[in-house]
Each structure stands twice: as C-alpha cells, then as structure tokens.
C-alpha cells in the first residue's frame, strides 16, 4: 500500500563555528545567536531539519586541554539544544600564531559520511570556506543537494560553484533570531560615558583653575617687582 504523504526532505546543517562567529561580528556587530531558530529559518518549513553539528576549537595550553570558563557555559548551552551535537578540534600556538587543528576535516568527515549512508537529501554548510570543496563535490556524487549559507563577502568562488544553491545571508535576515539584550550592557555603557566625561570635565577644570593660579601669581609677582622698583626711585 503506497503513503499518499510525500516524505519531507531530510536536512543536516553543518556549522563552522569560529567562521559563523567572525562574520556575525563583522556584519552585524553580535553573536548571541538563536541556533536553533537559525537552523529552522535555513531548513525552511518545506523539508525536516534532522540535524545540526557544530565545529568550533578547544583551547590547548603547554600541551594541556583547557577550555576556558566562558567558552564552557556556550558550549554547555548549545549541547541543551535539540538535534544540535557539538564537535570540538583544538588549536595550538605555533610561532607565534594560533592554528587550528581538526575543524575542516571533521566537518568534511562527517558530511561524506552522512552523504554515503544516506541519513540526508540536503545539507546546508553555514561557510563560506573553499576547503569543503572536495567534500562538497563527493557528497553531490551520492545523489545529495548541498547549499551554502554565507555573507557575500566570505564565499569563496569555490564553494559557490560547488554548491547546488547559496542563501546568502545578511544583516537582516537574522532579525528575531538574536538573544534578549541584556539591559545592563547598555546601562554599563552609558556609565561609562558618563564616568569618562565627568572625569574629563573634572580634569579641565583642574587645568583651568591651575591655569588661573599660575597667571595670577604671575600678575602679582610683576606688581610686587614693580612696587620694589618704584621704592627704589623715591628712596
């Protein structure tokens, strides 16, 4: 007996993280993003969201994994999100620059896999980044649509040409997807202002007054000289 519903389109959504993050700061001046809203908006309401993996970087220190205690409550928060799992590489110090290690093969790894056991139809990878190109291009071989989900300014040629579409994302397409703001931000901001310019105000009239004192003892040590002259003369 045949199913007179039509099955939905299965999509995963594969994040990188640290790309994800620079770009929103760059674009939209935060970060406090709704993830799971963000991937219901990419998926649409058209096709099944199955899953999201999201690749970001754990700090490693003389050798010694350590997160640090912020990036530790983010990413306890995301793992409370559902469908979402978390996938960490490291990065290390090398000469003097910090590399990441582990990130773009984990995210390739995972979406030839999926591609290859059939566990989507369409995958959306929120990059930009041309390194994914050859995963992309493995993964269409299996029969499977691949979009990106990037800002203008951050797609490679690329990942453009490989992909079957591009959502281009800006500003306003993230509108509702943000966080509450938290109001004491802006109070401390204001404060702080507020704190500078008074003490700026402060400082000038310090310098004024410093000035004034300087310019009246000036004033009348030229009196007191010409007194001395004028006693002189007489005398």
């Not at 594969?14 to 790309?19: P, T």
């Not at 674009?27 to 990419?42: M, V």
């Not at 999100?81 to 390739?108: F, R, T, Y």
């Not at 990037?150 to 397409?173: H, P």
Request: contains cysteine.
């Amino acid at each position: 007996m045949f199913s007179i519903f039509k099955k939905k389109n299965k999509v995963m959504i594969f994040i990188d993280g640290s790309n994800l993050y620079h770009v929103l700061i760059k674009n939209c001046g935060r970060s406090d993003l709704k993830f799971l809203d963000f991937a219901n908006k990419l998926t649409g309401t058209k096709r099944s969201l199955e899953k999201i993996y999201y690749y970001n970087v754990r700090q490693e220190l003389q050798g010694k994994i350590k997160i640090p205690e912020e990036q530790q409550k983010f990413l306890t928060s995301l793992r409370k999100i559902p469908k979402l799992e978390v996938k960490l590489g490291i990065w290390k110090e090398q000469n003097g620059s910090i590399v990441e290690k582990g990130v773009d093969v984990m995210l390739a790894t995972d979406l030839v896999l999926h591609a290859v056991k059939n566990n989507f139809d369409t995958a959306i990878i929120v990059s930009g980044d041309g390194d994914f190109f050859p995963a992309m291009e493995t993964a269409k071989k299996e029969g499977k649509r691949i979009e990106v989900a990037a800002f203008e300014s951050n797609i490679s040629k690329e990942a453009s040409e490989s992909s079957n579409n591009v959502i281009k994302l800006r500003k306003s397409f993230f509108n509702n997807l943000w966080m509450p703001k938290r109001n004491y931000k802006n109070s401390n901001y204001k404060n702080s202002n507020y704190k500078n310019r008074k003490e700026s105000n402060n400082n000038n009239s310090k310098e004024s007054n410093n000035n004034n004192s300087k310019e009246s003892n000036n004033n009348n040590s030229k009196i007191n000289r010409s007194q001395s002259k004028r006693r002189k003369i007489v005398s």
